[in-house]
């Protein structure tokens, strides 16, 4: 499980809202996170990095979001992206 505590590193890019966090070891990206304001946090990860999921996990689809607004980019995490629960440390 990846908690608070976890050590990223974390970069923002293009349009500033998802901060992508990176294992600060390894520098692979491992999850993504979105807060909408007066809504919800909702998040991705990175499932390639847990191998038992990854074989479950459905056929890969290539996305080019290039040229996708800021409101249809915040459509689609909210409606694609998990909602975030951060458990108790």
């Known amino acids: ?6 050590v990223t590193t974390v ?3 293009s349009s500033q809202q998802v901060q992508f966090h990176f294992c600060a070891e ?6 993504a996170i979105f807060a909408d304001p007066g809504s919800t946090e909702v998040a991705v990860v990175r499932v390639g990095l847990f191998k038992d999921i990854a074989a479950a996990a459905k056929p890969v689809a290539i996305t080019n979001l ?9 459509a689609r995490r909210l409606k694609n ?3 975030v629960v951060w458990l108790p440390d």
């Open 11 to 13: 970069s923002r890019f």
């Open 1 to 6: 499980m990846i908690g608070r505590g976890n």
């Open 66 to 74: 290039e040229g996708e607004s800021t409101a249809i980019a915040r």
């Open 26 to 31: 390894c520098r692979e990206m491992t999850y």
């Open 81 to 83: 992206w998990t909602p």
